[in-house]
């Protein structure tokens, strides 16, 4: 067996690579230097909801969570997915819409994906909620309507997300999220998907 030193082997190999990174023996790809796809999140429901107002409660509350996500990486996206399952894996439904505009507002993201819960959903308990905003593009490469002014609701949006950044991300919620289908509360105060 014909071996190599390390060095002619990292540099062989990895002294090519943009954004490499080396950690000793373990050279890996810094994942910064690629473009990020899409904002997701997702929820395994700790119980079946059964209730239409309890499950788009959970929807909007994830709508939320990705439209924050977008604003702080200064992304918008065109494209809407919008997944459920149901419980004991009786299946679901996933379905994408392309809105005409791209956006990062919460209600945006909400309707689409409320359009697409009406439409799929037959009535069965769910378990498992995810949205998700792709075909992303800068905020800063955001078409203005002339028909349309929404810069005080995205003035109003990145408010929102000063508060929730500088405070705790409980300290500015919506009405529903005090309601009984709400997971955000509880969400908020785990770490890593964990109770702190």
């Known amino acids: 067996m014909w071996l190599t030193p390390l060095h002619h082997t990292k540099r062989a190999f990895f002294d090519q690579v943009p954004g490499k990174a080396s950690n000793g023996n373990a050279p890996f790809i810094d994942a910064r230097t690629?473009?990020?796809?899409?904002?997701?999140?997702?929820?395994?429901?700790?119980?079946?909801?059964?209730?239409?107002?309890?499950?788009l409660t959970v929807v909007l509350e994830l709508c939320e969570e990705?439209?924050?996500?977008?604003?702080?990486?200064?992304?918008?996206?065109r494209t809407v997915s919008f997944s459920v399952r149901y419980s004991h894996n009786e299946g679901g439904f996933h379905q994408s819409v392309t809105l005409d505009a791209a956006t990062n507002l919460t209600m945006d993201i909400y309707r689409v994906c409320k359009r697409i819960f009406?439409?799929?959903?037959?009535?069965?308990?769910?378990?498992?909620?995810h949205v998700a905003l792709e075909n992303l593009s800068d905020e800063a490469s955001l078409q203005l309507s002339l028909f349309e002014d929404r810069t005080k609701e995205?003035?109003?949006?990145?408010?929102?997300?000063?508060?929730?950044d500088k405070f705790v991300p409980n300290a500015?919620?919506?009405?529903?999220?005090?309601?009984?289908?709400?997971?955000?509360?509880?969400?908020?105060?785990?770490?890593?998907?964990?109770?702190?």
Do not use: C
């Open 34 to 55: 690629f473009p990020q796809k899409s904002i997701g999140k997702g929820i395994t429901l700790l119980r079946d909801y059964w209730r239409e107002n309890e499950i």
């Open 66 to 77: 990705v439209a924050k996500r977008a604003r702080e990486i200064g992304k918008i996206g």
């Open 118 to 129: 009406h439409r799929f959903y037959d009535g069965r308990s769910v378990r498992v909620i």
């Open 154 to 164: 995205r003035a109003l949006a990145k408010a929102m997300d000063a508060i929730r």
């Open 172 to 196: 500015l919620l919506r009405a529903v999220s005090y309601t009984p289908g709400s997971v955000a509360r509880v969400r908020n105060g785990y770490i890593g998907g964990h109770q702190a």
